[in-house]
T-cell receptor, first 113, second 112 residues
Framework: NAGVIQTPRHKVTGKGQEATLWCEPI?????VFWYRQTIVQGLEFLTY????????DSGMPKERFSAQMPNQSHSTLKIQSTQPQDSAVYLC???????????FGPGTRLLVL | GEQVEQLPSILRVQEGSSASINCTYE??????FPWYKQEPGENPKLIID?????ERKQTQGLIVLLDKKAKRFSLHITDTQPGDSAMYFC???????????FGDGTVLTVKP
């Protein structure tokens, strides 16, 4: 089992550019979560899907951020018009069911210059 | 929502001694409390968790206690080793929501 896979591991973008982050959950897991980690804000919940359906996006910034899960094997987090304050490690996690242990991927380190 | 407070933020102990980290939560509906260990440049890894139907859980040198009345839970690492040095996060959630609310983390350093 390869665990949760995230690509790319590192991404550098210029201010105003778009960034798309990819997550492949553990096979058979029905719940996929996105979190963001920064020194200042710590680990913050962004959004999650269950059986590909969006369930809770209460942590997503209302503008510029969107997430999708087009099939059971991957989810994407898209940030439009990136800003320096978007710089963070974006972590994807999956769990067998919503109530079960969440396993984190290695994260994508996003740097917006 | 939920808020989780974690203390201390920095903890230094001598090898072989025990280390304790405390967390409090606000939402009485929270019923799942995992602990994650994160080493530099790595992803958070679950080390132990407890659900609200238990007050104590122990595994491999780790003890977690839950006091629902006080809305407090804690991690105790017995016989610490240098390999235990890392960032530790507590978290809380309602199991049917899945959304984890994390504490701010504790940097544990175990001195040889």
């Amino acid at each position: 089992n390869a665990g949760v896979i995230q690509t790319p591991r590192h991404k550098v973008t210029g201010k105003g550019q778009e960034a798309t982050l990819w997550c492949e959950p553990i096979s058979g897991h029905s719940a996929v979560f996105w979190y963001r980690q920064t020194i200042v804000q710590g680990l913050e919940f962004l959004t999650y899907f269950r059986n590909q359906a969006p369930i809770d996006d209460s942590g997503m910034p209302k503008e510029r951020f969107s997430a999708q899960m087009p099939n059971q094997s991957h989810s994407t987090l898209k940030i439009q018009s990136t800003q320096p304050q978007d710089s963070a490690v974006y972590l994807c996690a999956s769990s067998l069911e919503t109530k079960d242990t969440q396993y984190f991927g290695p994260g994508t380190r996003l740097l917006v210059l | 929502g939920e808020q989780v407070e974690q203390l201390p933020s920095i903890l230094r102990v001598q090898e072989g001694s025990s280390a304790s980290i405390n967390c409090t939560y606000e939402n009485s509906a929270s019923n799942y409390f995992p602990w994650y260990k994160q080493e530099p440049g790595e992803n958070p890894k679950l080390i132990i968790d407890i659900r609200s139907n238990m007050e104590r859980k122990q595994t491999q040198g780790l003890i977690v206690l839950l006091d629902k009345k006080a809305k407090r839970f804690s991690l105790h690492i017995t016989d610490t080793q240098p390999g235990d040095s890392a960032m530790y996060f507590c978290a809380a959630s309602r199991a049917n929501t899945g959304k984890l609310t994390f504490g701010d983390g504790t940097v544990l350093t175990v001195k040889p």
